[in-house]
């Protein structure tokens, strides 16, 4: 498996989770990897970027989590975060983490979220 996703599950809104990607060793590797990226699909809708975080220390968010969630890396762990705050029933999807350079793209199963009224 080379991206293991994890930390979904049931919250109620305005709860918070963290949602976890660790990366097996042969990505992080590979210097054609650039960017890690979260993103999510509900039921009947196109997936779409969440937070992304570049090498170079870059971070940008899709503008419905902007304030609210906050993507981060921790190498020594080799795990990428989305640490989701404020969180709304509308957040509810499940959210995918990928690993994306040159020529490369790698996708990790997701992981359910979902956000209760």
């Known amino acids: 498996v080379q991206l293991q996703a994890s930390g979904g599950g049931l919250v109620q809104a305005g709860g918070s989770l963290r949602l976890s990607c660790k990366a097996s060793r042969m990505i992080l590797s590979t210097f054609r990897i650039t960017d890690f990226n979260w993103y999510r699909q509900a039921p009947g809708k196109q997936r779409e970027l969440v937070a992304g975080?570049?090498?170079?220390?870059?971070?940008n968010y899709g503008d419905s989590v902007k304030g609210r969630f906050t993507i981060s890396r921790d190498n020594a762990k080799k795990t990428v975060y989305l640490q989701m705050d404020s969180l709304r029933t509308e957040d509810t999807a499940t959210y995918y983490c990928n690993a994306w350079g040159s020529g490369m793209d790698y996708w990790g199963e997701g992981t359910l979220v979902t956000v209760s009224s």
């Open positions: 975080s570049s090498r170079d220390g870059r971070t």
